[in-house]
């Protein structure tokens, strides 16, 4: 398993549309996600779960990843978010 | 007719102007309370199987909507649709729904009713308002999908089936899936319990000129007990049986009301020229695409105030520079060659997002308008570049709201000029001469009329601000309310400055608040010079037939002679003498 704390930086933290590329990322892989925020944890598979988090810009979320592709989830996940889900 | 309740008024917001009287038709959304009915092992498969079918069918249901809201203009609509079907496709969802179906033996509308509840519920907890706000979806969804796993009976789905001829539709809110069951053959007008100014059921109203008020407080509790009602569109009252006396008030005020409409109907193909021949523009005041409808259905000359802050309010996010760009667009085609003044973004910092909101101790007074945009450089822009973008058949122009300084001319033309050059770098096509206004509404720029019009191509006078920031009286605070005075000479020489300024410098002006439409108040406006009034779109003929009656030369006397006035009662009784002499005491006629 493998697991990280990653920032939230684009403006409108984890809105509909940022989570629906999200989702469309951990859904293409095998291994399962999960995201945790507070006392939160959500599959990371569901966009519904992905935004009752209410994750906001400057928030911090830990992802958590486990399954043979779980190596190269994370790191696409990362860069997804890092690069503010590449609309701004 | 023993038990009946006596007249009950109950008091809501006004979302949409008219008066309605009629029967309630109760909307309802009560499919949620599925009740739970237990299907045998051997039945489980087939449950889930119709489950999954009632995915599909509702997905295509969705994109059937989606289209149609496109066609009509509605991009607003279609974007909410664009999030509904996002929630239709979770597979941790539909999993979910699955599981509980084969776990506790149940019905799948009980087990989709179930889940979709507990997100709901979840989702109403959050603090943020984006996102609780998403728990409305959900129950939209949710309640599509219910419906076509029983397709037999489809509780409140079709509007047009169950209403029985003309009545009032009475809900506790409306969702962007009812829309399309609207009708206005059908509809006397709404009520609903929840929402307000920016809700669904709000700007739905608006666009189809059904009277409507929302948010009114413990409608449910009463409304059952009610045969007939009356929505006041013009107050937000919602009447429950009305007394007699009642009754009759408000039967007269409609039917003068209808045969105003009949007459405005016929009066709106006729030139707006006054009796000296002057031509005066009647524009409108609209803020979304499905009021465009309106402009053409009422004659007028095109868009003076295209209000966008309730296409960022109403949206589920912050809108993209192309969803924006086709809105503009949508409106800019709809009513080509008619110009259409687009107002750059006024959102106060007690408004829209949380994200963007501001906490202050005086809103009125703080970071709003352009001070806020400044702040955000981001939105700024990609709202610029959309408008800017569906210039191309150059009967767009822009509006700077809420100027104090030419600073904040200077730098908003700036941004636009940089905006253009690489809109032109990027190959799109614009309007490179796109006409740049500025609302006058904060005295200050009143003041500096003269100094603004030499950096610009015309003004729009916001009178409604105008007069709320020179008197320093909230005009939404009753106990003011005496002192928001649309006559008050204060206000009436401001405007002067204003369109002086702009004849000597040879800009156009026009004014788009409220005093617009005032009967009493075009006289007057005339003679000060205007030739360009913008009024939410019904108005537009009650506007023409009192030009048509008026000498632009005599109304330049009445002008100056308020102008030397030194209250707000000298003004009115100047000018309902004038009224009376001119038009008579019904001018609208």
């Known amino acids: ?15 509909a549309r940022p989570a629906a590329r999200l989702v469309k990322i951990t859904s293409a892989y095998d291994c399962e996600v999960a995201i945790i925020k507070d006392d939160m944890e959500i599959n990371a598979k569901s966009i519904m779960g992905v935004m009752m988090l209410a994750a906001e810009q400057d928030s911090f979320i830990t992802i958590k990843c486990w399954g043979p ?9 990362k860069e997804l978010i890092n690069n503010k889900f590449y609309e701004e | 007719m023993n038990r009946k309740i006596r007249e009950k008024i109950l008091k809501g917001v006004a979302a ?46 969705i994109l059937e909507d989606k289209k149609n809201a496109s066609k009509r203009g509605g991009h607003e609509a279609a974007k909410i649709f664009d999030s509904h079907l996002l929630i239709i496709d979770d597979q941790v969802l539909i999993d979910e729904v699955i599981y509980f179906i084969s776990e506790h033996n149940v019905h799948s509308s009980y087990a989709v009713s179930k889940v979709m509840k507990g997100y709901q519920a979840a989702f109403e907890k959050i603090q943020n308002q984006y996102f609780s706000q998403r728990a409305f979806d959900i129950e939209d969804v949710s309640r599509r999908i219910i419906t076509n796993l029983t397709p037999d009976d489809k509780p409140g789905s079709e509007l047009s089936k169950g209403i029985k001829g003309r009545q009032i539709v009475v809900s506790d809110n409306i969702f962007p899936s009812d829309t399309v069951n609207f009708n206005k053959d059908h509809l006397l007008g709404i009520v609903t319990e929840f929402g307000g100014k920016t809700s669904h059921a709000a700007i739905l109203s608006r666009a189809l000129e059904v009277p409507a008020v929302v948010g009114v407080k413990s409608l449910s509790k009463w409304v059952n007990k009610a045969s007939l009602l009356i929505i006041d569109g013009y107050s937000g009252k919602v009447i429950l049986n009305p007394r007699p006396s009642t009754f009759e008030s408000y039967k007269k005020r409609q039917h003068d009301e209808e045969k105003q409409l009949e007459n405005d109907l016929k009066f709106s193909v006729l030139p707006s020229i006054t009796l000296d021949n002057q031509q005066i523009s009647i524009l409108s005041n609209i803020q979304s695409v499905l009021e465009t409808d309106n402009v053409i259905k009422w004659n007028s000359d095109g868009v003076g105030l295209f209000r966008t802050e309730i296409l960022f309010e109403s949206s589920l996010s912050i809108l993209s520079e192309d969803d924006q760009y086709n809105i503009y667009n949508e409106v800019s085609k709809k009513l080509y060659p008619k110009k259409v003044i687009i107002r750059i973004l006024d959102i106060g910092g007690d408004k829209l997002n949380d994200k963007i909101s501001v906490k202050e101790d005086n809103p ?9 945009l400044f702040d955000h450089p981001k939105l700024l822009k990609s709202h610029l570049r959309a408008i ?8 767009i122009s822009i509006i700077i709201p809420f100027v104090a300084n030419l600073t904040e001319v200077k730098k908003t033309k700036a941004l636009i000029t940089k905006i253009k050059k690489e809109l032109s770098d990027e190959g799109f096509p614009f309007d490179n001469d796109i006409r740049i206004g500025v609302m006058i509404e904060i005295p200050s720029a ?19 601000d105008l007069t709320q920031y020179v008197l320093a009286a909230d005009r939404g605070n009753e106990r003011v309310s005496n002192i928001y005075e649309s006559f008050h000479p204060a206000v009436i020489r401001m405007i002067d400055m204003t369109i002086k300024a702009a004849a000597k410098r040879n800009i156009n002006v026009g004014l788009c608040g409220q005093m617009a439409g005032y009967p009493l108040a075009i006289p007057l406006l005339l003679g000060l010079g205007l030739r360009e009034f913008s009024v939410t779109p019904f108005l537009v003929p009650v506007v023409k037939k009192i030009i048509r009656r008026l000498d632009t030369e005599e109304c330049g006397y009445l002008a100056r002679k308020c102008l030397k006035q030194g209250s707000s009662r000298a003004v009115s009784s100047i000018l309902s003498e004038f009224f009376g002499k001119k038009i008579g005491d019904n001018p609208l006629q």
Do not use: W
């Open chain 2, 388 to 395: 800017i973008r569906a210039s191309s058949r150059k009967n």
């Open chain 1, 1 to 15: 398993m493998v697991e990280e704390q990653v920032k939230i930086i684009n403006s409108l933290g984890l809105h």
């Open chain 1, 69 to 77: 592709d779980e190596e190269n989830c994370m790191k696409d996940l």
């Open chain 2, 16 to 61: 949409s102007p008219g008066i309605a009287i009629g029967t309630p038709f109760f909307y309802v959304h009560e499919i949620l309370n599925i009740s739970r009915e237990t299907v045998p092992d051997h039945d489980i498969e087939n449950e889930i199987l119709k489950y999954k079918a009632a995915l599909e069918l509702t997905k295509d249901k």
């Open chain 2, 446 to 464: 009143a003041m500096i009329a003269d100094h603004i019009a030499k950096a610009v191509d015309f003004f729009s006078i916001g009178t409604n």
């Open chain 2, 364 to 372: 009125f007074l703080g970071v709003r308008g352009m001070r806020l």
